[in-house]
């Protein structure tokens, strides 16, 4: 089977009931997305399925039928998307395993809502757990790339 | 290993009695390890010490032999070396190094006796400097106890300044010139007067051939150019890109993936298995029984990680009883027996506090019951490791705090030197204490062994990482005061109930070492305060619960600070006085506490009234070297309790960095928090009956406060940074509910009593 994945077609094996998650990481290769649970209560394997943030640990390849972004996806060392500019610019990550996912929410987040307000925040990303308590400088972060300056 | 042996029959991790082995170890001690950067070095590469490499090619890579967890440990070491090797801490490649005796960690050792930090005498003194040396011979090679840049800050100094000598030297020897007469800019040595100017990475093969100086000189305070200012951190462009490996990321050639199922009752095994259910499912291919001291049960070893999970979720397993208190009921039960036991140790007994009780009229006194429960680490990234027994060479990538430990443990499963098991340690996803814990590799180790040579990497499921970890220990304390009105405490007595963290490690880590003594973990955060009361008595009651319990961040001062100062702030209201001015009284020797009381009340505006619906709390406690006050706003709002403010300051006495020391701090005060909020590990049936973030949470982004923390730098010694954040926020948080509503929180989690938005 293969995959939209960053714009490629890309091979995701034969298990139509294997979670994304693990086909992404096992099988693509691609090993930004994260596992943290399994099942769907951390956030730590957020990826974009046509621009909505999913959790790949939920979702079966076999359901998969739009195009995936992973935080391969967004933007490289060399060439940062603006959501992870200002994640570098308020250094945000402590131990970072939860950051790919969050990164990807909040670039879900400032699609849906370029302003977004402390209470949007809140609320769209209560979904995604850091257990190193980077909330504040997550909230900063986003409000940077909104353009809203340093928080 | 003989020193291994000479160690294991003298040391006793964190008890009284580590003298014995001083002398012994003399010898051991006084000879330097080897620098394990010699034999693996690169075309071109010359190593100045255990810490420093430089390449011809102006690579210079700097060994931070720490686990990078999040705390900014690569950073701020790093920095030792670039502020004395004189070179931007941007050109510095960072790597965690090999596990090696050469990198142990004398600091955490020291803070392991029973003495306060701030007990200077002469016993202390010398307990402290004798287990320095202890350590050494141990090579504990650990990352915790808040300790990594309280121990660096020396020793990469130095490496950074005894490699800079040694480069100049080099040049001065090429230019014939007068070493005295060079300087260092950049990573060039400078010779001012001819104008000459050579780049480190020309000179290094000829420096890194120069004995080490015999004498160094260090940068005065005032020339620092990195240190004390805030650094880019340089872990984050691989962590915001997802470039960043970790454990879980580890690939290598041909590599199997695996998982485990190990007994849900701690100690029990298998009474009968059967796999053929798990065969069938594609993808997987063997299925292993591991026995280890750490745990019973199997692993699966498939061809990619969800066959493997698949494979161990179809065993059919019957597992033996548990042999200990099957319940929270009857544990709770056992540590309150325990309680009307003697005490195992008294770490603090000043005055008499039988002769202070026994005139005090019954209006005078003041008794209350907390407890705590067993918690969970549960780390954002699940334990994993990957193993490789491939031609009598062991190696294990894992994301761990203790790499000579691993070493140690693992040689014997395969039958070799500690030495010759090779430990790479990745970046962590997450460890507060959990991942010095050497189960995970252990079980990799084991499944590894029957895989032809094969790599697998064995990770765990979420599941699996809740029901078996080495819990933070669940706990009954019974507090008595007499209390004068007007005035505070006459007398405090405190009796704490816990299972031993160090004897639980030791038996599943090293059986051969018995524990012995007390173990100060226990009551630290009741018995080390700085506080002066007439009377004060505070004792432990160890109590073997049979669950495995470990280091969580701040250990013993998770709970003690909650019990502390939780009944500090009960005394403060019977007693009719203002808790901060309570505590101003009774710390008034301790000039750093009452900085840091007074530095928070101002923050704060203390004294206040925060309107209807919501209350203030403080609280204080010294921990890892940090003396830390903090005061917590609440407000019963329409959707529930919220936690709206923290205000904190820390006294650390010198900030390396104070951007990742501000942020280690706000880390501490929300684990903290998420600990207050609803988290408890319960048991039925000898079973943890939680399994996920479902049941067990922690503190998600619209319930976190707002928090500001200030640093203040007076104290003479520095303090550590990762854990001292967490204690007082659990006791600030349930005094301030106190105010707000009247309720005094005396177990937690809060949530059970109160709700919470």
Same mark, same amino acid.
């Given at each position: 089977?293969?995959?939209?994945?960053?714009?490629?077609?890309?091979?995701?094996?034969?298990?139509?009931?294997?979670?994304?998650?693990?086909?992404?990481?096992?099988?693509?290769?691609?090993?930004?997305?994260?596992?943290?649970?399994?099942?769907? /209560?951390?956030?730590?394997?957020?990826?974009?399925?046509?621009?909505?943030?999913?959790?790949?640990?939920?979702?079966?390849?076999?359901?998969?039928?739009? /195009?995936?972004?992973?935080?391969?996806?967004?933007?490289?060392?060399?060439?940062?998307?603006?959501?992870?500019?200002?994640?570098?610019?308020?250094?945000?990550?402590?131990?970072?395993?939860?950051?790919?996912?969050?990164?990807?929410?909040?670039?879900?987040?400032?699609?849906?809502?370029?302003?977004?307000?402390?209470?949007?925040?809140?609320?769209?990303?209560?979904?995604?757990?850091?257990?190193?308590?980077?909330?504040?400088?997550?909230?900063?972060?986003?409000?940077?790339?909104?353009?809203?300056? /340093? /928080? | 290993?003989?020193?291994?042996?000479?160690?294991?029959?003298?040391?006793?991790?964190?008890?009284?009695?580590?003298?014995?082995?001083?002398?012994?170890?003399?010898? +051991?001690?006084?000879?330097?390890?080897?620098?394990?950067?010699?034999?693996?070095?690169?075309?071109?590469?010359?190593?100045?010490?255990?810490?420093?490499?430089?390449?011809?090619?102006?690579?210079?890579?700097?060994?931070?032999?720490?686990?990078?967890?999040?705390?900014?440990?690569?950073?701020?070491?790093?920095?030792? @070396?670039?502020?004395?090797?004189?070179?931007?801490?941007?050109?510095?490649?960072?790597?965690?190094?090999?596990?090696? +005796?050469?990198?142990?960690?004398?600091?955490?050792?020291?803070?392991?006796?029973?003495?306060?930090?701030?007990?200077?005498?002469?016993?202390?003194?010398?307990?402290?400097?004798?287990?320095?040396?202890?350590?050494?011979?141990?090579?504990?090679?650990?990352?915790?106890?808040?300790?990594?840049?309280?121990?660096?800050?020396?020793?990469?100094?130095?490496?950074?300044?005894?490699?800079?000598?040694?480069?100049?030297?080099?040049?001065?020897?090429?230019?014939?010139?007068?070493?005295?007469?060079?300087?260092?800019?950049?990573?060039?040595?400078?010779?001012?007067?001819?104008?000459?100017?050579?780049?480190?990475?020309?000179?290094?093969?000829?420096?890194?051939?120069?004995?080490?100086?015999?004498?160094?000189?260090?940068?005065?305070?005032?020339?620092?150019?990195?240190?004390?200012?805030?650094?880019?951190?340089?872990?984050?462009?691989?962590?915001?890109?997802?470039?960043?490996?970790?454990?879980?990321?580890?690939?290598?050639?041909?590599?199997?993936?695996?998982?485990?199922?190990?007994?849900?009752?701690?100690?029990?095994?298998?009474?009968?298995?059967?796999?053929?259910?798990?065969? =069938?499912?594609?993808?997987?291919?063997?299925?292993?029984?591991?026995?280890?001291?750490?745990?019973?049960?199997?692993g699966v070893i498939a061809q990619n990680t969800w066959a493997a999970f698949q494979g161990a979720e179809a065993l059919v397993i019957e597992w033996?009883?548990?042999?200990?208190?099957?319940?929270?009921?009857?544990?709770?039960?056992?540590? &309150?027996?325990?309680?009307?036991?003697?005490?195992?140790?008294?770490?603090?007994?000043?005055?008499?506090?039988?002769?202070?009780?026994?005139?005090?009229?019954?209006?005078?006194?003041?008794?209350?019951?907390?407890?705590?429960?067993?918690?969970?680490?549960?780390?954002?990234?699940?334990?994993?490791?990957?193993?490789?027994?491939?031609?009598?060479?062991?190696?294990?990538?894992?994301?761990?705090?203790?790499?000579?430990?691993?070493?140690?443990?693992?040689?014997?499963?395969?039958?070799?030197?500690?030495?010759?098991?090779?430990?790479?340690?990745?970046?962590?996803?997450?460890?507060?204490?959990?991942?010095?814990?050497?189960?995970?590799?252990?079980?990799?180790?084991?499944?590894?062994?029957?895989?032809?040579?094969?790599?697998?990497?064995?990770?765990?499921?979420?599941?699996?990482?809740?029901?078996?970890?080495?819990?933070?220990?669940?706990? @009954?304390?019974?507090?008595?005061?007499?209390?004068?009105?007007?005035?505070?405490?006459?007398?405090?007595?405190?009796?704490?109930?816990?299972?031993? @963290?160090?004897?639980?490690?030791?038996?599943?880590?090293?059986?051969?070492?018995?524990?012995?003594?007390?173990?100060?973990?226990?009551?630290?955060?009741?018995?080390?305060?700085?506080?002066?009361?007439a009377n004060y008595r505070v004792a432990g009651h160890k109590t073997d619960l049979g669950i495995p319990v470990g280091f969580w961040r701040s250990v013993g001062n998770s709970y003690n600070? +909650?019990?502390?100062?939780? +009944?500090?702030?009960?005394?403060?209201?019977?007693?009719?006085?203002?808790?901060?001015?309570?505590?101003?009284?009774?710390?008034?020797?301790?000039?750093?506490?009452?900085?840091?009381?007074?530095?928070?009340?101002?923050?704060?505006?203390?004294?206040?009234?925060?309107?209807?619906?919501?209350?203030?709390?403080?609280?204080?406690?010294?921990?890892?070297?940090?003396?830390?006050?903090?005061?917590?706003?609440?407000?019963?709002?329409?959707?529930?309790?919220?936690?709206?403010?923290?205000?904190?300051?820390?006294?650390?006495?010198?900030?390396?960095?104070?951007?990742?020391?501000?942020?280690?701090?706000?880390?501490?005060? @929300?684990?903290?928090?998420?600990?207050?909020?609803?988290?408890?590990?319960?048991?039925?049936?000898?079973?943890?009956?939680?399994?996920?973030?479902?049941?067990?949470?922690?503190? &998600?982004?619209?319930?976190?406060?707002?928090?500001?923390?200030?640093?203040?730098?007076?104290?003479?010694?520095?303090?550590?940074?990762?854990?001292?954040?967490?204690?007082?926020?659990?006791?600030?948080?349930?005094?301030?509910?106190?105010?707000?509503?009247?309720?005094?929180?005396?177990?937690?989690?809060?949530? =059970?009593?109160?709700?919470?938005?």
């Open positions: 089977m293969q995959i939209n994945v960053n714009g490629q077609m890309t091979e995701i094996g034969d298990d139509p009931q294997m979670p994304l998650l693990w086909a992404l990481r096992d099988i693509a290769g691609l090993k930004g997305t994260k596992f943290g649970c399994g099942v769907a /209560a951390c956030g730590a394997c957020t990826v974009l399925l046509d621009g909505q943030p999913v959790r790949s640990c939920q979702t079966l390849v076999g359901d998969v039928t739009g /195009a995936i972004t992973t935080i391969e996806g967004i933007g490289s060392p060399e060439n940062l998307n603006k959501v992870q500019q200002a994640w570098l610019d308020e250094q945000v990550p402590q131990c970072g395993y939860c950051q790919s996912g969050q990164i990807l929410a909040a670039v879900a987040l400032l699609e849906q809502t370029p302003q977004p307000s402390d209470a949007d925040i809140d609320d769209f990303m209560s979904g995604n757990l850091c257990r190193c308590g980077t909330y504040p400088r997550i909230k900063a972060a986003i409000k940077r790339a909104a353009g809203q300056g /340093a /928080a | 290993m003989g020193i291994a042996k000479i160690a294991r029959r003298t040391f006793l991790i964190g008890a009284a009695a580590i003298a014995g082995g001083i002398a012994v170890g003399t010898y +051991f001690v006084r000879k330097p390890w080897d620098n394990p950067l010699e034999k693996d070095l690169a075309q071109g590469e010359a190593t100045f010490n255990p810490f420093i490499k430089i390449a011809s090619d102006e690579t210079i890579t700097v060994i931070v032999p720490r686990a990078e967890m999040g705390q900014g440990v690569q950073t701020t070491l790093a920095a030792f @070396v670039a502020e004395e090797l004189d070179v931007p801490l941007g050109k510095l490649t960072i790597e965690h190094g090999p596990g090696s +005796f050469a990198y142990f960690n004398s600091a955490m050792l020291e803070d392991g006796g029973p003495f306060p930090f701030f007990d200077e005498s002469f016993i202390a003194e010398t307990m402290r400097s004798a287990s320095g040396p202890l350590s050494k011979m141990l090579g504990l090679q650990v990352t915790g106890g808040s300790s990594s840049t309280r121990d660096a800050f020396e020793k990469m100094r130095q490496a950074g300044a005894a490699a800079r000598q040694m480069l100049i030297a080099a040049a001065a020897a090429r230019w014939n010139v007068n070493a005295q007469s060079l300087s260092t800019a950049d990573g060039f040595v400078v010779d001012a007067a001819s104008g000459n100017k050579a780049s480190y990475g020309s000179l290094a093969a000829e420096a890194g051939k120069l004995p080490a100086p015999g004498s160094l000189v260090l940068k005065d305070k005032a020339e620092w150019k990195i240190l004390g200012k805030s650094q880019p951190r340089t872990d984050l462009l691989a962590k915001v890109t997802g470039t960043a490996q970790f454990g879980i990321d580890v690939d290598l050639p041909d590599m199997l993936s695996g998982t485990v199922r190990m007994s849900p009752r701690f100690g029990a095994k298998a009474k009968s298995m059967n796999d053929a259910e798990a065969l =069938k499912i594609k993808g997987v291919l063997k299925v292993v029984p591991i026995n280890a001291p750490a745990g019973s049960g199997f033996e009883d548990a042999a200990y208190p099957a319940s929270s009921q009857a544990q709770t039960d056992a540590l &309150r027996g325990q309680l009307s036991k003697p005490a195992d140790f008294t770490l603090r007994n000043d005055g008499d506090v039988t002769v202070a009780f026994a005139d005090a009229p019954r209006e005078e006194v003041l008794e209350a019951e907390y407890s705590v429960p067993f918690l969970a680490h549960a780390c954002m990234e699940p334990m994993n490791a990957t193993a490789r027994w491939k031609d009598g060479v062991l190696d294990i990538w894992a994301p761990n705090q203790g790499p000579a430990i691993l070493q140690m443990v693992a040689a014997p499963l395969v039958g070799v030197e500690a030495a010759d098991v090779r430990v790479h340690t990745t970046f962590l996803g997450g460890g507060f204490g959990r991942r010095a814990e050497a189960d995970f590799p252990t079980y990799a180790v084991e499944m590894a062994k029957v895989a032809d040579g094969i790599p697998v990497k064995v990770v765990w499921t979420r599941e699996e990482d809740m029901r078996h970890d080495a819990y933070r220990p669940a706990a @009954v304390a019974k507090m008595k005061a007499r209390v004068r009105k007007g005035e505070g405490p006459v007398a405090v007595d405190i009796a704490v109930a816990a299972p031993s @963290v160090i004897a639980s490690v030791l038996k599943r880590t090293f059986p051969s070492i018995s524990p012995m003594g007390p173990d100060k973990t226990l009551t630290e955060g009741s018995h080390d305060q700085p506080l002066t009361i600070g +909650f019990f502390h100062e939780c +009944f500090l702030d009960e005394i403060a209201t019977a007693s009719g006085v203002d808790p901060l001015e309570m505590r101003l009284k009774l710390m008034a020797q301790y000039p750093a506490a009452t900085g840091a009381l007074k530095k928070v009340a101002e923050m704060s505006g203390w004294g206040r009234d925060p309107g209807p619906g919501r209350g203030l709390g403080i609280a204080h406690t010294l921990s890892f070297g940090a003396w830390v006050a903090e005061v917590a706003q609440v407000h019963v709002s329409p959707e529930g309790l919220r936690i709206e403010n923290i205000w904190c300051a820390i006294e650390i006495g010198q900030a390396m960095d104070p951007g990742i020391v501000k942020a280690q701090t706000m880390s501490g005060i @929300v684990f903290g928090l998420s600990s207050a909020l609803g988290q408890e590990i319960t048991f039925a049936n000898g079973e943890v009956e939680q399994s996920n973030f479902t049941d067990f949470d922690a503190m &998600r982004m619209s319930q976190c406060p707002r928090i500001e923390v200030e640093i203040l730098e007076t104290f003479h010694k520095m303090g550590g940074a990762g854990e001292p954040g967490t204690p007082p926020s659990i006791p600030a948080v349930a005094n301030a509910i106190f105010k707000a509503t009247g309720k005094r929180l005396r177990s937690m989690p809060f949530g =059970k009593e109160v709700d919470f938005a």
